[in-house]
């Protein structure tokens, strides 16, 4: 079977693992084993706090084969971004040049860097490893995080938002960033990703631009990835939409890709998760379901997940049928309560 859960120290091997395979532009698993040891102890931190309002916490995933024990893939939610060190983007706006005496309306793009969201939840991380990529498990993956949130929405912010990966040229470098190392930074693109990837961004407010950038002036290939997506970051971003988040003219200060936002109690996910109450049976009939359906239990620092057919609603009861083994799986008994959610394509 396959199960969500927190991550824990023993998950250190698999999780520099998924770093190396990440490669650059992943800024969220940097490849530092200090900094990834210190994600795993914050996130174990985390999960085991009595949270009443979203603070400098971080939640980290894995996804895990119980049958090997194997990682799967890993995905994670900040709670409040940009409280302790600050959360930069550009906004692409558009402002109009007007001269009515010579009749000329002229309205051109800019890009403007700010702190807009400050505050706003981000989810991040959702990694899922190259030979893994198959059926639902990057639809698990991702969706499993919206559940905790519907089930603990005191420990996170009213807006969510989510960091985009960029588009790249055929070396693995961002065709933005040509421009901006050019104009205001002497560095290469690892370096900086880098220094974003362990906490320092202290140069980006010493470097970074203080006046708006009219989009016209900047090279063609520049301007053509602004708000695109890395060709590895389309699924990712097709799932977000699905679930109703949508780009409102932020992006990445280095590689331009789209930071999209929702409102959490609008997120699709968050509205047709429900709860349940658990009844467990041997009887297969009773239990065989038609949907593949994510279920996890309502704890935090003891929660799992779990995605399964072998698994029934019954309206009548508002009761989820669930064998032994997956019970013991989520850690609940008879009559506790646990969320569901509907994975196939199409679910209502």
């Not at 770093?19 to 900094?35: R, V, Y």
């Not at 961004?201 to 301007?223: N, S």
């Not at 971003?237 to 679930?243: D, Q, V």
Request: aromatic residues 10%.
């Amino acid at each position: 079977m396959l199960l969500i859960r927190p991550i824990s120290g023993t998950d250190f091997p698999a999780l520099l693992t998924m770093a190396q395979e990440s490669g650059a532009g992943f800024t969220s698993l940097p490849l530092d084993e200090q900094k990834l040891a210190h994600k795993i102890v914050h996130s174990e931190q985390s999960f085991a706090a009595d949270i009443q309002k979203p603070g400098d916490q971080g939640y980290l995933f894995v996804l895990e084969d119980t049958a090997t024990g194997e990682i799967l893939g890993a995905s994670g939610i900040e709670a409040a971004v940009g409280l302790s060190n600050p959360l930069y983007h550009f906004h692409k706006s558009t402002v109009v040049h007007q001269c009515k005496e010579l009749d000329i309306f002229n309205p051109v793009e800019v890009l403007t860097v700010g702190n807009d969201y400050t505050g706003a939840t981000e989810i991040c991380t959702l990694f899922l490893r190259e030979p893994f990529r198959v059926g639902l498990n990057g639809r698990f993956l991702s969706k499993v995080r919206f559940m905790f949130m519907a089930e603990q929405p005191q420990r996170f912010s009213k807006l969510v938002i989510a960091e985009m990966r960029g588009a790249a040229d055929e070396q693995g470098q961002p065709p933005f960033w040509h421009w901006l190392r050019k104009s205001f930074f002497n560095m290469d693109f690892s370096k900086a990703d880098y220094l974003i990837g362990v906490g320092n961004k202290g140069f980006i407010a010493d470097l970074m631009p203080r006046y708006p950038i009219y989009v016209d002036l900047l090279p063609e290939a520049a301007r053509k990835v602004i708000g695109q997506v890395h060709e590895n970051t389309v699924p990712a971003l097709k799932l977000l939409e699905n679930e109703g988040f949508m780009h409102r003219g932020y992006v990445d200060l280095f590689d331009a890709g789209p930071t999209v936002e929702a409102q959490l109690k609008q997120i699709k996910s968050v509205r047709q998760s429900h709860r349940a109450k658990v009844v467990i049976t041997q009887d297969e009939a009773l239990r065989k379901g038609q949907y593949q359906l994510a279920v996890c239990n309502c704890e935090s620092r003891e929660f799992r997940a779990t995605v399964t057919d072998d698994c029934r609603f019954d309206p009548d009861t508002h009761s989820l049928y669930m064998s032994p083994a997956m019970a013991d799986l989520l850690k609940v008994n008879e009559d506790e309560l646990v969320r569901y959610l509907n994975l196939d394509k199409g679910a209502k």
